[in-house]
């Protein structure tokens, strides 16, 4: 999973709570697995993954994730705080 989390003024977290509940499950994170290679965050994904799909990602080597990570600053750096500024202002 990626990219989930509830903001402090959440309004309502027992919704919250239930999609990423909902998006942590290992049926939905297979699903993410084949569909989109994504990497898993709950180890039962892998008891229902077929072992080809967990070599094709890479998932029986958890450790890989660091290198998945980009620490490169991309080139129009400007232009992404540009628009994060204006995303934040809406």
């Keep these: 999973m990626c990219g989930y989390g509830i903001g402090a003024n959440a309004q309502n977290l027992d919704a919250a709570y239930a999609l ?13 697995a084949r569909k989109f290679s994504y990497l898993v965050s709950n180890q039962d994904t892998l008891d229902v993954l077929p072992e080809e799909v967990v070599h094709a990602i890479g998932l029986e080597h958890p450790e890989q994730l660091q290198a998945a990570i980009p620490y490169v600053i991309p080139e129009n750096y400007d232009r992404w705080q540009e628009v994060w500024s204006r995303v934040r202002a809406a």
């Design 20 to 32: 990423i509940n909902h998006y942590a499950q290992p049926k939905i994170q297979a699903f993410q």
